[in-house]
């Protein structure tokens, strides 16, 4: 068949239909095979794609609706045309339901058949035009700014602009929390593959059983539970980018098969024994030391190769201290929309407390503090004791005595109270007087809801 050429699949129980119909539409230009039955019409998907099919309702054994429903179950977006000759308002409204294109009666007008066929297919191929249109949309939209001013971080923005433009495989480092599927998406953003899909592999999320097949797809019947051919996340790229995100995680034997995409660029279904071409750009993330797995003998060192051919290291949080105040300004006024909460930022102590905080857990944990805080907080800003980053010991030893300790505890819970220090004082098991002392020794903040009597 000429892969040029849309291709039809006509099942239908009478032979004089399917001969008719194949010498139509292949006059018209089409490539057209045929099927007497249902089931070998599974069966021929099971090896095949078509654009469309024109489908009979009365066959024996499986009829032509139970077919659709099949058909649709397995591929959504399956383009159908449903075939009759007993029309009536049930059959077109079942079919139409189950999601047919359209449906024609017997005997068919020629012309009128051949029109229909070209509207299904404009109207399939203008359905992949705007999921692929939508699906840049949605990546475009997406916040994938790289937030800070530090010199680490523009460095990375420079990395980001150097290799984006080009089909370089990309190896991005960085501790878990620093952004690496954020560099990731930014790269894809800014490439020539842009408008066609980023498709992320979590390499730790998946289990060795299953990892070839999520990978590089299957045939139906390749094992239990296989009822369907299945696409791999490589094919399902087609033409963008795949993210494999903690390569690092993924077994020897499967490290030998991707480094044979990765050369050959083509894979082998599981189950199969055909290669299949495949056009992708691969961006790869470890959140561990390659080069040190390589002398261990847990990575191959070929595969590091082909992934290490440009590398951008994220640097940690605690590397560029002078981004959190960005950084959670930037979180502040996400949740503020999404809680519909009216936050204005971060009180001087909340920032100094952030700002001295280690962050092991990067960006990410910054992201979890900040939400945090705002379920937490009172508007209109945030401030140190909404967060849960001070129940650590403080950074300065001279913070470290029981007076400064005791000074911290009461500030949060009077802000817990909003200020309220008769509950305040119940929650730390002291009377009010003690507790209007210590206010006074320590120059606490005590935001009052309302006014309450002197002690």
Request: hydrophobic letters at 40%.
């Amino acid at each position: 068949m000429n892969p040029d050429k849309p291709s039809l699949l006509v099942v239908d129980d009478e032979q004089v239909v399917r001969e008719s119909l194949t010498r139509w539409f292949t006059e018209e230009g089409y490539n057209v095979h045929c099927s007497p039955s249902a089931s070998d019409a599974l069966r021929c998907l099971a090896d095949h794609h078509f654009d469309l099919l024109l489908v009979d309702i009365r066959m024996p054994g499986m009829d032509g609706i139970e077919l659709q429903r099949r058909l649709h179950e397995q591929d959504s977006d399956a383009a159908v045309i449903v075939m009759t000759g007993y029309a009536s308002v049930d059959t077109a409204v079942t079919a139409m339901k189950q999601g047919a294109f359209d449906y024609v009666t017997k005997p068919f007008d020629p012309d009128e058949f051949s029109t229909v066929v070209k509207k299904a297919l404009e109207h399939q191929h203008l359905q992949r035009e705007n999921r692929a249109l939508r699906e840049a949309l949605e990546i475009t939209t997406e916040d994938i700014e790289l937030i800070g001013r530090s010199a680490p971080i523009e460095h990375v923005r420079e990395l980001i602009r150097t290799v984006a433009p080009t089909d370089a495989t990309v190896l991005i480092e960085g501790e878990s929390g620093t952004g690496k599927e954020l560099v990731a998406r930014a790269i894809h953003r800014c490439s020539r593959r842009r408008l066609l899909p980023m498709v992320v592999v979590h390499c730790g999320a998946i289990t060795e059983t299953l990892i070839e097949s999520e990978l590089f797809g299957h045939e139906k019947g390749a094992f239990t539970g296989a009822q369907y051919r299945k696409k791999g996340k490589f094919e399902a790229a087609a033409g963008g980018t795949v993210f494999l995100d903690e390569v690092a995680d993924v077994s020897l034997k499967t490290q030998t098969d991707l480094l044979r995409v990765l050369q050959e660029r083509e894979v082998v279904r599981v189950g199969s024994t055909a290669a299949i071409p495949v056009d992708f750009r691969c961006v790869a993330a470890t959140n561990k030391n390659l080069e040190a797995l390589v002398k261990e003998g847990t990575f191959r060192s070929d595969l590091f190769y082909r992934l290490n051919v440009f590398r951008i290291t994220i640097p940690p949080l605690r590397e560029r201290p002078e981004d959190i105040p960005l950084l959670a300004s930037w979180f502040v006024k996400r949740f503020s929309e999404q809680m519909n909460r009216r936050f204005g930022g971060l009180d001087a102590d909340a920032l100094q407390l952030l700002c001295r905080h280690p962050w092991p857990g990067n960006v990410r944990e910054l992201e979890n503090a900040v939400e945090r805080a705002m379920v937490v907080g009172r508007e209109p800003y945030l401030h140190a004791p909404d967060f849960a980053v001070g129940d650590s010991p403080p950074a300065s030893p001279a913070e470290l005595s029981l007076e400064a300790m005791e000074r911290h505890h009461i500030q949060r819970v009077l802000h817990q109270f909003n200020g309220n220090q008769t509950q305040s004082a119940r929650a730390l098991g002291i009377d009010r007087v003690t507790l209007y002392h210590k206010i006074k020794r320590y120059n606490l903040t005590v935001r009052s809801a309302g006014a309450e009597p002197r002690p």
